[in-house]
């Protein structure tokens, strides 16, 4: 089996040390189907604030369970802890990333407001996209492109100025978005109750693995729910919350020096051979053997 992933700004780093970026708080690039670092039939736990505009293609993605379509000229945005499953890229496919780290935004008291307006917006309406007019997707890029700049640059006040960039990007967006006539797509009761699952998984994972747990927060029966995951993902609640399971505990072995028996309490298993036998399971590697492999 494929090793699980949690994107965030440092395994980008780790596995792109040359793209535009401020430390591990920021980074910003263009990417082409073939800087692609994904499979098209893995998912992904994304710990970052993420703005991706598509230049050119299409691309097929469900974000938290929701099936969403990107096309040129379309935004994608979202906050931390989303579940992203990457379905198809066409070949002629161009974007741009721009990723913030939760200290970069909370740092910034204007950059904060600016982003949780936006996020709530959004949230509201139901949505995680925006489509631009081909005006105000030039001037997004110009931006994107800027702030690309500004990352390789040597300013000397250079998290301010970033900053300062990332409010005049957002506030543009956000401007944008007040000006164009969004219709709230009614969500059937299976719809909700699927993304409803999906803001309860990725939040209470690391303590909560019980399908019980999440059918009483949904008030609905366990197998009520096993079914509308199923028909919805074409996976178990066991299979999603084991993956989100493994994604953070490669992260806290590679990241951290917890030992095997801490991370194993700390993601809620009674026993630390339990863990071990459900991580050789998802990775087929033991948590030390992968932990030493990460150092070599």
Not at 77 to 102: K, M, N, Q, V
Not at 228 to 239: A, D
Request: a positive charge; glycine letters at 6%.
């Amino acid at each position: 089996m494929a090793e699980p992933r949690i994107f965030d700004n440092t395994r980008l780093l780790r596995e792109h040390p040359g793209i535009p970026h401020y430390g591990e708080k920021i980074v910003c690039f263009a990417s082409r189907y073939e800087d692609r670092s994904y499979p098209a039939d893995e998912s992904y736990f994304n710990r970052e604030f993420y703005l991706i505009l598509m230049l050119a293609g299409r691309s097929e993605v469900r974000l938290n369970g929701e099936p969403i379509v990107l096309e040129a000229g379309d935004l994608l945005i979202h906050g931390a802890d989303y579940l992203t499953d990457h379905l198809y890229s066409s070949p002629d496919i161009r974007f741009i990333t721009l990723s913030l780290s939760e200290s970069v935004r909370t740092d910034d008291p204007f950059l904060a407001q600016t982003t949780a307006m936006l996020l709530a917006t959004l949230r509201r309406n139901r949505r995680y996209t925006v489509s631009l007019t081909e005006p105000e997707a030039q001037t997004v890029r110009r931006e994107l492109e800027e702030l690309m700049a500004l990352l390789n640059s040597g300013h000397r006040f250079l998290l301010r100025r970033i900053q300062t960039a990332c409010n005049a990007l957002f506030l543009d967006v956000a401007d944008f978005l007040s000006r164009k006539t969004v219709i709230a797509r009614r969500l059937s009761r299976k719809e909700h109750v699927l993304q409803e699952f999906h803001a309860l998984a990725t939040r209470y994972f690391r303590e909560e693995h019980a399908v019980r747990f999440y059918a009483g927060r949904l008030a609905v029966s366990e197998q009520y729910l096993a079914r509308i995951v199923r028909e919805g993902t074409g996976r178990s609640i066991g299979s999603l919350l084991g993956d989100l399971l493994a994604m953070e505990a490669c992260t806290l072995l590679g990241s951290t020096k917890h030992s095997v028996g801490d991370i194993a309490l700390g993601l809620g298993f009674s026993d630390t051979p339990g863990f071990c036998k459900f991580f050789r399971r998802k990775t087929g590697k033991t948590p030390l053997g992968y932990r030493k492999g990460l150092r070599i």
